[in-house]
């Protein structure tokens, strides 16, 4: 502070010991009111169910409780007007809302601070605003699994290759490989839930750190705000993050689910590919180039992860070197879940909207397939069945024939049965039955498999498992 500057009052939540405020760069780091105000609904709730107890419990009279109700009434329609004036002298979303509520009815509103502490009530409102952020994750990610599964039963027999390092390796359909990724989503709904059950414990009732003298219900406030129960162990209520942390971790793994599946509609877009189309609601042109369509939706979806892991290693990080309990760099874990959750939200909704948006193109995708060989895994199985050649003598009986192909320049299914014989004696005409592209997909009917019988079974198994019905 330059020696000119002239403070402030003391701030009047704590005003008792200090003599003048902050200066100004004091106010400016320590204030959460710019992104805490996020939260307002769930600290109101939560003060709600604090002063119901209170009352409950003969700590405070039922006027004085039924003026803080009326007082939490207005503010939260205030905050929901935008007539409420934050203040960032005021620091957070808590005392701003209990300075207004002194304003409001008076004196009472001093009392709602009894046996609480701004470290319990800023761990009850993360933990209930990342459950309820939660609650809307799962409702995107059930919309994504429905919308991959439509698009999935609409291509149970659209043939395209399937790769491995993105050489064609062997073909699938489609349908499949949407399903693959309603397995992906299916499982961070899973990690969501998981999540959600452990976070879903009350902090409030553990004040500062040690709890309190007074003889508050924690299990009717936790009961009020649909906690499963109250935390354990007041120390760790006030200075545990782990559910931001999962919610992070989960976050960034459904963030790279959405950011894989981006990077192939990326790719099936290309020119080299062509495998699908999407619309004008979902590219953009280019100001310079008039033939361009440019997926920026996905690349930005696919951009967005970043930020997100990011977030996980910053809190991570913040929380890595803190003594027990409350510490004050506790604060940093808003913006990064803040910023997370609204990056998941934006990609899920560019990703499904993608989903329905894209035209896939059967005819490109079939020719692709048909390049590379991609049915001599086929000749090779049917060495084995049919001739009984030991699998490792069939692949390298099947290399041979496909550097013959190669030489070529052909497909192995146009070689003729003769050419095959030279190699082998024991292939017969038979084998042309398995070499096509079309038998090659129909015959892959193990468990999981992408035979389009498979995969319209695996739609309707995957619709009542991940959407109930
Ligand atoms: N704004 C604070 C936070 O977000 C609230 C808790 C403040 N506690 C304290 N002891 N200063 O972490």
């Known amino acids: 502070m330059s020696p000119n500057e002239t403070r402030k009052p003391a701030n009047t939540q704590w005003g008792g010991r200090f003599t003048s405020g902050p200066s100004e760069v004091m106010e400016r780091i320590n204030a959460s009111i710019g992104f805490d105000q996020r939260f307002f609904a769930q600290d109101i709730s939560g003060s709600r169910a604090h002063a119901r107890m209170l009352v409950e419990q003969g700590i405070l009279s039922s006027e004085d409780g039924q003026a803080i109700s009326d007082g939490l009434d207005t503010i939260s329609r205030e905050i929901e007007e935008g007539s409420f004036v934050f203040s960032a002298a005021l620091e957070d979303i808590h005392m701003n809302v209990e300075s207004r509520l002194r304003e409001l009815v ?64 062997q073909p699938v359909t489609l349908g499949h490989h949407l399903l693959a990724y309603v397995e992906m989503f299916g499982r961070d709904r899973g990690r969501f839930a998981d999540a959600r059950a452990r976070l879903n414990e009350s902090p409030l009732g553990a004040g500062a750190l040690a709890g309190t003298s007074f003889p508050i219900d924690r299990a009717a406030t936790a009961a009020e705000l649909g906690f499963d129960r109250p935390m354990a162990n007041s120390l760790d209520a006030v200075s545990d993050r782990d559910f931001a942390l999962e919610f992070l971790a989960a976050t960034s793994i459904a963030m790279t689910h959405v950011s894989r599946f981006a990077e192939e509609l990326v790719i099936w877009c290309s020119d080299g590919f062509r495998f699908v189309h999407l619309s004008d609601a979902y590219t953009t042109g280019s100001s310079m180039m008039p033939q361009k369509r440019n997926p920026d939706a996905a690349e930005l979806s696919r951009a967005k992860t970043g930020r997100v892991f990011g977030a996980l290693l910053g809190l991570l990080t913040v929380m890595k070197g803190l003594p027990l309990a409350y510490s004050k760099d506790m604060q940093e874990d808003k913006e990064p879940v803040f910023d997370a959750a609204d990056s998941l939200a934006l990609a899920l909704a560019a990703i499904t909207g993608m989903v329905s948006d894209m035209t896939a193109d ?38 041979a024939v496909v550097s013959l192909a190669e030489e070529r320049g052909v497909d192995l299914s146009t070689l003729s049965p003769a050419d095959m014989q030279a190699i082998d004696p024991r292939i017969s005409e038979d084998v042309f039955q398995v070499l096509s592209v079309e038998a090659s997909v129909a015959s892959r009917t193990s468990e999981g498999g992408t035979a389009p019988d498979n995969v319209r079974a695996a739609v309707d198994a995957a619709r009542a498992r991940y959407l109930g019905n």
Do not use: C, Y
């Not at 599964?149 to 050489?167: S, Y």
């Not at 895994?377 to 001739?387: E, F, Q, S």
């Open 362 to 399: 059967p005819e490109n995708m079939r020719a692709a397939a048909g390049k590379g060989q991609p049915t001599a895994t086929d000749l090779a199985d049917w060495l084995v069945r049919a001739a009984g050649v030991p699998f490792r003598d069939a692949h390298a009986i099947t290399g």
């Open 106 to 169: 008076g004196d009472a509103a001093g009392r709602l601070h009894t046996a609480r502490s701004r470290n319990d009530q800023v761990a009850t409102d993360f933990r209930l605003w990342v459950r309820d952020e939660i609650d809307a994750v799962e409702i995107q990610l059930r919309g994504l699994q429905e919308a991959l599964l439509d698009k999935a039963a609409a291509h149970a027999d659209t043939i395209m290759p399937g790769f491995t390092h993105l050489q064609t390796a």
